[in-house]
């Protein structure tokens, strides 16, 4: 399983990256507005520095906006997916982001005929928001294991990117089930590696080394 970090923040990133786990970024607008700098220029030292897969999220509503968002992102790297927002007008764009060789990120999805849909055109990734079905109390694990299913009936390529995860036990759920990538917020990377049982047993360890050495 691939990790990604969910975060537009240059020192996050880096921070992730010092763990050894970064495999690449996701980011939205609502993580784009809290930086201050400019969009695509962040997107570019994003690029640099994770030297992976960045998604860039259009603004757009409109296939043919989207689709000039689109080229003018993926032009800032080789890095750059395009996230589309999974609607109609989204899916035209789609199409069109395909026959151009953009990568693309689907994003929105909560649900598996919607994941059916954006295979079948040939996105890259996409990416169902478990954490917020989770949030109004709906089965998001069995939507994953649905879309896992369906992508494997008809070998479909697109990559399922499992987004909007709140803590490490979704982590987990989502690579039994067999997510290619997980996209976790950099608070959720730090809490991977917490247990209390780790820190009390080197607690231990080190008191027991510093008796032995007087
Ligand atoms: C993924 O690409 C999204 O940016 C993200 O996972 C959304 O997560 P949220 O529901 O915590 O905002």
Redesign the pocket.
């Known amino acids: 399983m691939k990790f990604?970090a969910?975060t537009a923040n240059l020192d996050e990133i880096r921070r992730v990256k010092s763990m050894g786990l970064l495999d690449g970024v996701?980011?939205?607008p609502?993580?784009v507005a809290k930086e201050s700098m400019d969009f695509h220029k962040l997107i570019g030292e994003i690029c640099e520095l994770v030297q992976g897969p960045v998604?860039a999220?259009v603004t757009a509503t409109e296939a043919d906006k989207m689709l000039l968002q689109a080229r003018e992102l993926s032009s800032i790297s080789e890095h750059v997916v395009v996230?589309l927002p999974t609607t109609t007008e989204g899916l035209k764009a789609l199409v069109r982001c395909v026959d151009e060789g953009i990568k693309t990120?689907m994003?929105l999805v909560f649900q598996p005929i919607q994941a059916l849909a954006v295979a079948k055109i040939g996105a890259t990734y996409v990416?169902p928001?478990l954490?917020?079905l989770d949030?109004i109390g709906q089965e998001a694990m069995a939507m994953l294991t649905s879309i896992r299913t369906i992508y494997d009936n008809y070998d479909f390529d697109t990559q399922i990117?499992a987004?909007?995860?709140?803590h490490p036990l979704h982590i987990v759920q989502a690579a039994e089930i067999g997510a290619d990538v997980a996209?976790?917020?950099p608070a959720v990377f730090e809490k991977m590696l917490a247990h209390p049982l780790t820190d009390i047993g080197l607690e231990r360890f080190l008191a027991d080394w510093k008796k032995a050495q007087g």
Not at 163 to 166: E, F, T
């Open positions: 990604f969910d996701t980011t939205n609502s993580l998604s999220e996230k990120n994003t990416s928001f954490g917020r949030d990117l987004a909007s995860l709140r996209t976790l917020p």
